[in-house]
């Protein structure tokens, strides 16, 4: 289950200024630093004043932030032996290659991912998924990849599948062909492109249904889409992993095949029979 600060944050997002949310992505990124930083330290790692850190945390509803990080540190407490000790093997990372820090860095963000999607989180994803007659894909920048993945996938999946090039004409022409009973999947890292907005908006306004795909920025999005699929990708401070999306989005399109079995299984079969046909 999402940290009681997570649910807050969801639940306050449309009312927090830009300064507001940069602090709370990084309370929901950086959460051992600012379980024992000090009211400066954490608001200067965001070039904001210690006032705004106290605002928000009064907003949230603590008292104050002396509250709201002693709800930080109950979280931290709280991890599993093994998310411990991922933890401080990441901490310990002097002397290593750049390979086993980036693996390493991997482990720790994706044993954070059961504890914020579960698998009715991915149930229910997928059965929008399965029921809808067409379902249209947009990512910009570094997601495209995860979106072109998540298309080839689900056509051979045998699902309707369009994806959307991150342009305005190609949005708006296939927001016209959203209907009724549809679905959008978008992808959102470190912030909820306007494109990927626009797209469920219309996607809502034609009584489909959403999918979206992110790290925990996602969680501040406003309307909220009918499914998240939202985890950490580690660091805000760093060029985040694609691993954790990119599990998120296999984990749903096993969903999807198990849920929509035996007919996804067909549409399998017949994509590797004719795949492997020589001329």
Known sequence: MPHALSERLS???????????RLARLLME??????????GEIAA????????????ARKLGYTGFPELRSDIQADILGRSKTDELVRRRLEDSRGKTMLERL??????????VPQLVSQSDLDAAAKTVLTAPHVFILAEGTAEALARHAAHRLRRAGIMTLQLQPDPRSVAEGAGLIRAGDAAIGFGLREIPALVQTLFAQT???????????DLSGMMLRPTPDHLLAASRGSDLESGTLTVPMALLNALILTVAD??????LDSYRTYSDLRDLRR
């Open 103 to 112: 693996v390493e860095r991997d482990i720790a963000a994706l044993s954070q």
């Open 11 to 21: 639940t306050c997002a449309a009312g927090l200024s830009p300064t507001e949310q």
């Open 45 to 56: 790692r965001v070039q904001a004043h210690a006032s705004a850190l106290v605002r928000l």
């Open 30 to 39: 950086e959460r051992d630093f600012c379980a024992f930083g000090s009211v």
């Open 259 to 264: 849920k929509g079995a035996p007919a996804t």
């Open 204 to 214: 809502r306004a034609a009584h489909g249904r959403t999918v979206l795909i992110s």
